[in-house]
């Protein structure tokens, strides 16, 4: 398995992914589309149109990983695209919040917290 240090940012793809993309189709869209490197450790997150499955490319310093995950109920809380190719970065404890169905856009860091800026 692959584990997230605190250097790894994560980036989320705003605009739908066609799922039938596996690895050369994902690194293409890392690449072109959002305009990072996905030789680079950080790992990068996209969705289909109705936001029911999501698919994560990774690379680990020997290989790609490819994992994906499809909701039998529901639907994952994505942010609006605002503009064709563009992503959002999010914390690891973001990322935990949106896989597994709460909406990290509600999500608030107690009084006293601040976000470190990255």
Not at 4 to 16: E, F, H, M, Q, R
Not at 30 to 54: E, I, K, W
Not at 57 to 84: H, I, N, Q, T
Request: proline fraction near 4%.
């Amino acid at each position: 398995m692959f584990g997230l240090g605190p250097a790894t940012k994560i980036y989320l793809s705003v605009a739908a992914v066609d799922m039938r993309k596996g690895f050369d189709g994902l690194y293409g869209l890392v690449q072109h589309q959002l305009g990072q490197d996905p030789l680079s450790g950080h790992l990068f997150l996209f969705a289909n149109r109705d936001r029911t499955r999501v698919k994560a490319l990774f690379w680990d310093g020997s290989g790609l990983w490819v994992c994906s995950k499809r909701l039998e109920k529901g639907r994952f809380r994505w942010p609006a695209a605002m503009e064709a190719g563009c992503s959002v970065t999010l914390r690891a404890e973001e990322l935990a919040m949106l896989l597994n169905g709460m909406d990290p856009a509600e999500g608030r860091p107690r009084r006293g917290w601040y976000r470190r800026a990255s």
